[in-house]
């Protein structure tokens, strides 16, 4: 399994960004997906995961209203659509597949498979 994140960068407060992560090397529909940020300093993160049907999301309360997980499992690929984007959202944000969603609920330390990252600053 690889997976490779994709659509960081540098934004203002306020503003958005949608965070893609592209899947290969299995059975994507399997897998419940997730996305995890990690800032200088401080520990990983739980963002937000999806199940594997892509019905229902989850969501850390610090994003929840402002972010938006989806998953396209005909394009393999998992989404994080991020609004109302705040300085503290700031962090190398990486994506992850499990095919136990708990695992990743969970902080995702018996997660296998994770994305290189991709860097997103909020400026202020």
């Known amino acids: 399994v690889q997976l490779q994140a994709s659509g960081g960068g540098l934004v203002q407060a306020g503003g958005s960004l949608r965070l893609s992560c592209a899947y290969s090397?299995?059975?994507?529909?399997?897998?419940?997906m997730g996305w995890f940020r990690q800032a200088p300093g401080k520990e990983r993160e739980f963002v937000a995961a999806i199940t594997w049907s892509g019905i229902t999301p989850y969501y850390a309360d610090s994003v929840k209203g402002r972010f938006t997980i989806s998953r396209d499992n005909a394009k393999n690929t998992v989404y994080l659509q991020m609004n109302s984007l705040r300085p503290e959202d700031t962090a190398l944000y990486h994506c992850?597949?499990?095919?136990?969603?708990?695992?990743?609920?969970?902080?995702?330390?018996?997660?296998?498979?994770w994305g290189q990252g991709t860097q997103v600053t909020v400026s202020s």
């Open positions: 992850a597949a499990d095919n136990n969603l708990g695992n990743l609920l969970r902080g995702g330390d018996r997660t296998n498979y």
């Open positions: 090397g299995g059975t994507f529909s399997s897998y419940a």
